[in-house]
């Protein structure tokens, strides 16, 4: 039902930039709350980022705050992450995802769909 692609991962020295994108298909685009994740190589995944498809609420990782911003453009269907002063310990595949309904959550299970991933990788 919904298809989401995200791109703008690569690499980058630390204390640098990216920003990433993830193009949503779907009809319900506008109330969905999206939402970022990571994983890192031997952890599980981790919350980054949320925002509300109503009120364009935000809800972010204690780790990021500051330095990641979530946003969102719903004619283009698609919702950013603009990830500055970048730490090598931000590397991870980073997942953008969806949810039907609901409040910006930090909980992966309450997210109805996924992204394949975008890599980021942060040298020193």
């Known amino acids: 039902q919904v298809q989401l692609v995200e791109s703008g991962g690569g690499l980058v020295q630390a204390g640098g930039s990216l920003r990433l994108s993830c193009a949503a298909s779907?009809?319900?685009?506008?109330?969905?709350?999206m939402g970022w994740f990571r994983q890192a190589p031997g952890k599980e995944r981790e919350f980054v980022a949320a925002i509300s498809g109503r009120h364009y609420s935000t809800y972010y990782a204690d780790s990021v705050k500051g330095r990641f911003t979530i946003s969102r453009d719903n004619a283009k269907n698609t919702v950013y992450l603009q990830m500055n002063s970048l730490k090598p310990e931000d590397t991870a595949v980073y997942y953008c995802?969806?949810?039907?309904?609901?409040?910006?959550?930090?909980?992966?299970?309450?997210?109805?769909?996924w992204g394949q991933g975008t890599q980021v990788t942060v040298s020193l």
């Open positions: 779907g009809r319900t685009f506008s109330t969905n709350t």
């Open positions: 995802a969806a949810r039907d309904s609901g409040t910006a959550s930090g909980v992966a299970r309450m997210y109805d769909y």
